[in-house]
């Protein structure tokens, strides 16, 4: 099933659980990992509730699938039994906010050192080029999910690395690497992953050039 705009079926929650307490925990902040949450599933909450403050406009992008096959067991419910991508998609998610054009993929790993540059394909690479070159605001959002860490990477610094890999083979981003050229966010609650405190780092840096 292609979702959107959520692009999830987790829903939004408008509120806090009714467990406050668990809001607490450790004596801190509590964070949308502790629940188990996937990266994707963050970044969509976190939309939600930007799109409700009327802070940004970004949405997942639906996967584009040719639908071959479907039954219908009953008048009112269809079945997709067989389709395929119609073509490779681009990037994770793509919005506007202040007037800037923003266009990100998400990525996570359970890596604690390193991530591995081939889990980005070819054509995400280029298209973020491709944005660049038109001044939108271009990165990755990077989670070590067994660290509980979360990184917004600039699309400038992981086509280097990309190019870096071609030529000379080196496969991966240290996490000492990402860390010296990306902005950390903390995962927390509404949102649940303030990426966009990041974005508004990356416009201010982009200013002063």
């Known amino acids: ?3 959107y705009p959520t692009g999830s079926a987790v829903p939004y929650r408008a509120s806090a659980p009714k467990d406050r307490g668990f809001w607490k925990k450790a004596g801190k902040r509590a964070s949308f990992s502790d629940r188990g949450m996937t990266l994707e599933q963050q970044i969509n909450e976190s939309n939600q509730y930007y799109l409700n403050k009327a802070v940004a406009v970004v949405h997942k992008k639906p996967t584009p699938i ?9 008048r009112s419910k269809a079945v997709i039994r067989e389709a395929y991508f119609r073509q490779a998609s681009t ?6 906010y202040r007037g800037y054009y ?3 993929e998400a990525k ?3 890596n604690k050192t390193s991530f591995p ?8 690479i280029v298209h973020l080029h491709q944005c660049l070159q038109q001044d939108g605001i271009c990165f990755a959002i990077i989670g070590f999910m067994t660290l509980e860490r979360y990184f917004v990477t600039p699309a400038t610094f ?13 496969s991966s981003m240290s996490l000492e690497e990402i860390e010296a050229n990306s902005i950390e966010i903390k995962s927390g609650f509404r949102p649940a ?3 966009i405190d990041a974005v508004d780092q990356i416009i201010a840096d982009r200013n002063k050039q």
């Open 117 to 124: 540059l081939k889990n980005f394909h070819e054509h995400q």
């Open 193 to 195: 992953l303030p990426y």
């Open 1 to 3: 099933m292609v979702k």
């Open 108 to 110: 996570e790993t359970q």
């Open 91 to 96: 990037t994770d998610y793509n919005g506007v």
């Open 158 to 170: 992981l086509i280097k690395c990309w190019n870096d890999w071609q030529k000379n083979g080196k």
């Open 102 to 104: 923003l266009d990100f």
């Open 66 to 74: 040719q639908i071959v096959k479907v039954d219908y067991p009953k």
